[in-house]
Each structure stands twice: as C-alpha cells, then as structure tokens.
C-alpha cells in the first residue's frame, strides 16, 4: 500500500504557499492538470489559480504541467497560463515525471508531485522518488476512463486509512 500513499495531503494546490514551498527547498511544483490545476470544464481557470501561478512566479518557482492527455490537448490548456509541459507522462510510470526533471535541470529534492489520483500520481511520484501531494477533485465529474480509477481508489483509501490513521488533510505541507 506504501506506493500510493501521499507525501501529504492538502485540499487544494492554491493551498500551496510560496514561503512553505521555499522553505522545504521546493523550485518547482509539477503538477498533474485535469482537476487538480483546473476543472476540466473550466479550462480558463480560476482567479484563484491566477494568482496562484503568479505568486509562485513572482517567487521563482516554476509550475510545469505533468500530463498524460495528448500533447494538443495539454499545450492548449496550459498556454493561457504561460507554463511548461510534460504530455504524455504515462503515469502511474515514471516516465513524465523524470522526463519533466531531465528537461528542466531539477533533482527530485527540490519538486513535488501534485496530483488528485492515488493510482496515477501517487504512485508515479512514489516511484520516481518524488514527493506527491494528494488534492481533492476540484469537481465530481470525470472522464470515463478516470471513474475506472476512482472505483479502484475507494478500497485503496480504505486500506491506507487502516495501515496509515494519522493521514488527514492539512491546510498546508508540513516540514
């Protein structure tokens, strides 16, 4: 069960503040997109998530899209954000995850891995030895594909929750 198990767990990724995140020697949050960056009927965003993104801009820590949608369907989400991306990350492999190191010069120390899924980002950051961040789905809509994996994480967060009591969702990551 330890391979899905989060680093930690925090509601949303606007939770993630710029001081936490420099303060844990954190230059870049990867991030997977659909409801985790934005909702996949909003793909405009939230003012929220502007902010978000330009206060972690303003502090110099990057925000780079780790994506297993297509390379079209990522590129036209993210480019009204200005962010780099990783389409195609094949999580729960590691293969985006230390595709979007490799290319972007950082070591696993100094990213996270946020994401809204125990099968796929939670065990692509756990085997790439990344630090994941669980967040709760921004909506309760999923492609259909995604339901697939939400019937499955139902008996995998009850067993985690019987071998791991203390997890429970944070305001913030905690050091």
């Known amino acids: 069960m330890h391979i899905f198990k989060p680093h930690w767990m925090v509601e949303r990724i606007y939770n993630l503040s710029t001081d936490n995140l420099k303060s844990l020697g954190i230059k870049a949050v990867l991030t997977d997109l659909d409801n985790t960056l934005i909702a996949w009927d909003n793909p405009d965003g939230t003012p929220e998530l502007h902010q978000w993104i330009e206060e972690l801009k303003q502090a110099q820590i990057e925000v780079i899209v780790v994506s297993n949608n297509s390379n079209e369907r990522v590129a036209k989400a993210v ?10 990350a094949l999580k729960p492999l590691t293969v985006g995850i230390m595709r979007a190191l490799r290319n972007n010069h950082l070591t696993k120390q100094e990213v996270i891995m946020v ?8 065990v692509a950051s756990n085997l790439s030895g990344v630090r994941g961040v669980l967040v709760k789905p921004l909506v ?9 994996n939400r ?4 008996f995998i967060k009850r067993s985690l929750r019987k071998k791991y009591p203390d997890m429970e969702w944070k305001r913030e990551l905690d050091k």
Do not use: H, P, S, V
Not at 140 to 148: F, R, Y
Not at 151 to 154: L, V
């Open 79 to 88: 480019e009204g954000f200005g962010l780099k991306y990783q389409a195609r």
């Open 140 to 148: 309760t809509t999923d492609a259909w594909n995604t339901k697939i």
């Open 115 to 122: 994401g809204d899924q125990y099968i796929t980002d939670m």
């Open 151 to 154: 019937w499955f994480e139902k």
